[in-house]
C-alpha cells in the first residue's frame, strides 16, 4: 500500500536534481470518472474527506500547464509542485 508514494517521491526527488529547464510534478487527489478505475477507488470517491478530481479536468490541467511553458519559452525557474487544490484553481 506504501509502496506507491514512496516510490512517487522518489522519482520526484530524483528528477528534481537533474536541473531541467522545467518541472511541473502534479499531485492530484482520487481521480473520478477513470474507465479503468478500481472498486476502492469508486467506493473512496463517496468519501468526502478524499480530495477529488474528475479525470477530464485534470487532463485540461496538464495541458494548460503544458501551454503555459511553451508559450513562455521553457525559461529555466523552481520546480512548479501542484497539489490537488492548486490543481483545481487552474481551471478556468
Given at each position: 500500500?506504501f509502496?506507491?508514494p514512496?516510490?512517487?517521491?522518489?522519482?520526484?526527488?530524483e528528477?528534481?536534481k537533474?536541473?531541467?529547464?522545467v518541472l511541473?510534478?502534479?499531485?492530484?487527489?482520487?481521480?473520478?470518472?477513470r474507465p479503468?478505475?478500481?472498486?476502492?477507488?469508486?467506493?473512496?470517491?463517496?468519501?468526502p474527506?478524499?480530495?477529488?478530481i474528475?479525470?477530464p479536468?485534470?487532463?485540461?490541467?496538464?495541458?494548460?500547464?503544458?501551454?503555459?511553458?511553451?508559450?513562455e519559452g521553457?525559461?529555466k525557474?523552481p520546480?512548479?509542485?501542484?497539489?490537488?487544490?492548486?490543481?483545481l484553481?487552474?481551471?478556468?
Open positions: 500500500w509502496l506507491y514512496r516510490t512517487k517521491g522518489e522519482v520526484e526527488a528528477l528534481s537533474k536541473g531541467l529547464p511541473s510534478i502534479f499531485r492530484p487527489g482520487l481521480l473520478k470518472n479503468d478505475a478500481r472498486f476502492v477507488e469508486k467506493l473512496a470517491g463517496y468519501l474527506f478524499f480530495p477529488k474528475e479525470s479536468d485534470f487532463a485540461k490541467c496538464l495541458r494548460l500547464e503544458a501551454e503555459k511553458n511553451h508559450n521553457y525559461s525557474g520546480v512548479r509542485l501542484y497539489e490537488n487544490q492548486s490543481i484553481e487552474m481551471l478556468p
